[in-house]
């Protein structure tokens, strides 16, 4: 256990150190990241390196955009072409005062507080009647105006039609197809593994005081947990699924929290430095102990998913690829812990579609705060 741990501590401070002379920041020096934007995004050196400062400005833009466009707030979201931050507006009167805060602005046909308020009211028609399985899920969609409602591939019947009646009479609603998604968890066969009651594998998220966070369906409170090496690490403190899907494993046993996300050799180990939310186009990259790191896009927030055992709410959309046993492993933009993985569809061979559980969200849950270089 202390021989894998000081090895990925061991690839943090080389990082650190390789930083200390550099006019960049952290998260755009980091040589690991860079070449993970390469191969996923098809960018030269100098074309990632540009793309994650622009994206950070992004995060750090959003929060006084969206103070500045008020009641006309219609969404934000990156746009890479512009390698700025967007904000849709209702209003163009609010457009200055946008502009003035760092963010470009595009006409919005709905705000996004309408847009929030039906799929509220879709999600709490769900939770008193759930929605039949060929329900994928459903999600604001700021660009298109609209709560966008998911349906398997030759989903048809009078429940679909039932629930989409239901959902027409909260708000605009448009209905796309899309493969269902399920739980990445896997049987006994940090992305770092854990296993919890000897059976089943999981990824281990972020750091935390007292322990470390990952995804709900991976075992229910009081579960005893062992790690990499066979040794006992604790047991869950916390857990939800579904409605959400995460959990708090409190540690002991000799084991100890770094603030370091595995690369697995693919890329360096990645320092985790806070925890800002990456706006809609942003590159997000995941760590898991099956697939190890692949990167992708934020294809959307706050979506409802609807799994099998039921569904959880206020997830994050992306297209990077993720299989059984990468389940609560680290979803990180730049330096900035973002979620924990949750489920999806596809695979890393063919592609697909994977949700992670916002991070910030399982922190207040918990009371925790995350382990930080």
């Known amino acids: 256990m202390r021989r894998r741990i000081a090895l990925a501590l061991g690839g943090a401070a080389v990082l650190t150190a390789s930083l200390a002379s550099s006019s960049l920041s952290p998260a755009v020096a980091s ?10 995004f098809g960018l030269t050196a100098a074309q990632a390196e540009t793309r994650l400062g622009q994206e950070i400005t992004a995060a750090r833009v959003m ?8 009641a006309a707030f219609g969404g934000a979201w990156f746009d890479p072409a512009l ?12 457009a200055d005062a946008v502009r003035q805060a760092g963010a470009e602005t595009a006409p919005a046909k709905v705000s996004a507080a309408k847009l929030d308020a039906t799929k509220a009211a879709i999600d709490a028609s769900a939770k008193a009647d759930p929605a039949p399985a060929a329900v994928s899920g459903w999600r604001t969609d700021p660009r298109a105006g609209s709560v966008v409602v998911t349906l398997r591939p030759g989903a048809h019947g009078a429940d679909v039609d039932a629930f989409l009646a239901r959902a027409a009479k909260a708000g605009p609603v448009t209905v796309a197809t899309a493969p269902a998604a399920e739980p990445f968890s896997a049987g006994t066969v940090g992305g770092d593994p854990y296993y919890i009651n000897g059976n089943t594998r999981c990824s281990i998220g972020f750091s935390v005081n007292g322990g470390f966070v990952s995804a ?20 869950f403190a916390g857990s939800s699924f579904p409605g959400n899907d995460y959990s708090f494993i409190r540690i002991g046993n000799g084991w100890w929290t770094a603030p370091v996300v595995l690369g697995w050799g693919t890329v360096s180990d990645a320092l985790v430095r806070g925890s800002w939310v990456a706006p809609v186009g942003t590159s ?9 790191w692949h990167c992708g896009t934020v294809l959307g927030l706050n979506e409802t998913v609807n799994y099998s055992q039921g569904a959880v709410y206020q997830m994050t959309r992306t ?55």
């Not at 929060?63 to 008020?70: L, R, S, T």
Request: some cysteine; proline content about 4%.
């Open 216 to 235: 709900g369906h991976c075992g229910g409170t009081g579960s005893s947990v062992v790690g990499w090496d066979g040794s006992a690490m604790g047991s």
């Open 63 to 70: 929060p006084a955009a969206q103070q500045a466009a008020g």
């Open 319 to 373: 297209n990077v690829c993720a299989e059984p046993g990468d389940s609560g492993g680290s979803f990180i933009t730049g330096d900035q812990a973002q979620g924990v993985t949750s489920g999806g569809w596809g695979n890393c061979g063919s592609g697909g579609e994977t949700w992670f559980q916002p991070v910030n969200e399982i922190l207040q849950t918990y009371g925790l705060s995350l382990v930080t270089a």
């Open 83 to 94: 390698g700025k931050l967007v904000v849709g507006v209702t209003d163009p009167a609010a």
């Open 31 to 40: 040589p690991g990241l860079i070449a993970a934007m390469q191969r996923d």
């Open 284 to 292: 997000v990259c995941r760590s898991g102990s099956t697939t190890h």
